[in-house]
């Protein structure tokens, strides 16, 4: 499982209050502590301050990257965003996220063309949140033929089909870990991601819920996800589902985890 660490995000009220404040040591902290507990990115979201995003999202990177050398997951809906953090980005970051819509797409084709940037490629377009398979892969296919014809590898796409919350459609959990079977079939070698935890907004013991989904996911083929990488039991969960799903030969990596007292919770 490639592990982009969630929580340097705007959104939770420590680190909006954080940013606002100028506060480095408490995103370093939040930087250093998820590097050791084994994230393979830093995801960095500025998103609530609008106007200042870019702005923000530049001191986050420059701040994360003092103290870790796990590349960050530029995570924005505004390209002049995601630019902004670009400039300041050493070696070589993972953008969240291109999508089908317009101003994303016309903006940030140019800017990972021909790099080799890991992207994120999030099912969504102008025409609504897409809500079957088919909704799903009619995006994924434009996305990623036009990444590719625009000299991005396959291997450096992550396609995400977009997580949407249960307590709206009895479906959404069904078509979102159907639609990573149909993807990883379709395009052999890229690799999926999403935001797993948006499967339980609006219900209580999210944690329970984000841990099965996850175990359902993994078990179609997801191998990449915007987590909270200090869940040990999150953690346990995936190394366990990659054990069963075949990805752990001779469970390696079972058993290493459990002599590391992983498994102890
Ligand atoms: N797809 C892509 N990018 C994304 C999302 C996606 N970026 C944003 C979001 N969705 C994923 N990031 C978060 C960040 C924090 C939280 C949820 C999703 C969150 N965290 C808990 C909190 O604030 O209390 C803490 C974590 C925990 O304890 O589990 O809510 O879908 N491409």
């Known amino acids: 499982m490639i592990i982009i660490g969630e929580l340097i995000n705007a959104s939770r009220k420590a680190i909006g209050t954080a940013i606002e404040a100028g506060d480095a040591d408490s995103i370093k ?80 084709m140019p800017v990972v063309a021909g790099t080799d940037y890991k992207v994120i490629a999030l099912c969504m377009s102008d025409d609504g949140m897409p809500e079957t398979v088919d909704d799903r892969m009619k995006i994924a296919d434009k996305l990623v033929n036009s990444l590719i014809q625009n ?21 959404f959990g069904v078509e979102f870990v159907n639609t990573i079977e149909k993807i990883v079939e379709t395009f052999p070698g890229i690799h999926t991601a999403c935001g797993l935890s948006n499967i339980s907004y609006g219900l209580p013991a999210r944690k329970f819920m984000n841990q099965t ?46 002599r590391a007292g992983k498994f102890e919770m």
């Open 29 to 108: 902290k939040v930087a250093t502590d998820q590097t050791e507990a084994g994230a393979n990115y830093i995801d960095v979201n500025a998103g609530i301050f609008v106007g200042k995003e870019p702005e923000y999202l530049k001191w986050l990177v420059q701040n994360v990257q003092d103290v870790t050398d796990v590349p960050c997951a530029i995570d924005s809906p505004d390209p002049r965003a995601i630019e902004a953090a670009l400039e300041v980005h050493k070696g070589t970051p993972m953008i969240n996220s291109i999508s089908l819509e317009k101003d994303r797409y016309d903006n940030l």
């Open 213 to 258: 989904f996850m175990v359902m996911a993994i078990s179609k083929g997801l191998d990449g996800a915007i987590m909270n990488p200090l869940d040990k039991k999150m953690i346990a969960n995936i190394i366990a589902a990659e054990a069963l799903t075949g990805k752990d030969n001779f469970c390696m990596n079972y058993l290493k985890a459990f």
């Open 151 to 171: 000299n991005v590898k396959v291997e450096n796409i992550f396609v995400d089909p977009l997580v949407q919350p249960m307590s709206v459609n009895n479906s």
